[in-house]
């Protein structure tokens, strides 16, 4: 492979960084999920990146365990997302303000 | 130019551009398509960096599984209507996006000082660490070296799957004063005393 390794982590840092800015200014609270999502992916790319470079599977190894928090967070996520919808028939975050002072 | 360097640089700008027409899209259920071409192009990075397992794990669960589940949310709520534009807090957006630029500033700085820009990665990764294939390989590391761990997933999943269950179910109860009122006022409009 003669494709720096560097490349891949610049990639990922970007991905990082617009789903960042994607969680900071959407208001559709599903979509600031996906942006989570995005981040959660630019990471495990990250991780997979390593894992060549430092010739072991840890990194792989942790990028499939996040694979399964990532799995897990989405349906407990989803799940909130369709109660606060349900009670307030909307599922922007600018509406759940309750507590707010 | 080699295989590797190609593919890069062709699925490099298709995930970033996903990505920014992910960000852009005011429609959640574009939002969501876009999104899944990321996946892809992830996926492709995964092949070419001799993860073969996590390329097919990516597509099945994230592009296929998440995705759907995502999708299936948003034609449930029927929220597939554009965002409303408006701030509610004053320069929120332009805040946002400098955030961004500057974590990814950050990270730049960091992998160029971390391990530099030229540092490839050693040759014979398929031969040396994936012998056998990295399905295989992988297993091994996952059941001799963290096999705790991955117990612990799978607890982890049982809880996920209880805390849905309980979650979505229709009969939530009721939290605050307010909606406790309005609960009993509508239990007893629809059963009324019954008749002496």
Known sequence: ?101 | MPLDNVVFWVFAPVSVASAIAMLLQRNAVHAALFLIVNFFTISVFYLVLGASFLFAVQIIVYAGAIMVLFLFVLMLLGVDRDEPLIERLKGQRPMAVLLGAGIFLELFFAIRAGIGFATKAPAGFDETVNRGGNAAALARVLFRDYFFPFEVTSILLIIAAVAVMVLASRQAPAITRAEQATAAAAAEAREPEPAP
Request: charged share 15%; aromatic share 8%; hydrophobic share 60%.
């Open chain 1, 1 to 101: 492979m003669r494709t720096p390794i560097s490349y891949f982590l610049v990639l990922s840092a970007l991905l990082f960084s617009i789903g960042t800015v994607g969680v900071l200014v959407r208001r559709n609270a599903l979509v600031i999920f996906m942006s989570v999502e995005l981040q959660l992916n630019a990471v495990n790319l990250a991780l997979v990146a390593f894992s060549r470079m430092h010739e072991n599977l840890d990194g792989q190894v942790l990028a499939f365990f996040s694979m399964v928090v990532a799995a897990a967070e989405v349906v407990v996520g989803l799940a909130i997302i369709l109660n606060v919808y349900r009670r307030r028939q909307s599922a922007s975050v600018d509406d759940a303000s309750v507590l707010r002072g």
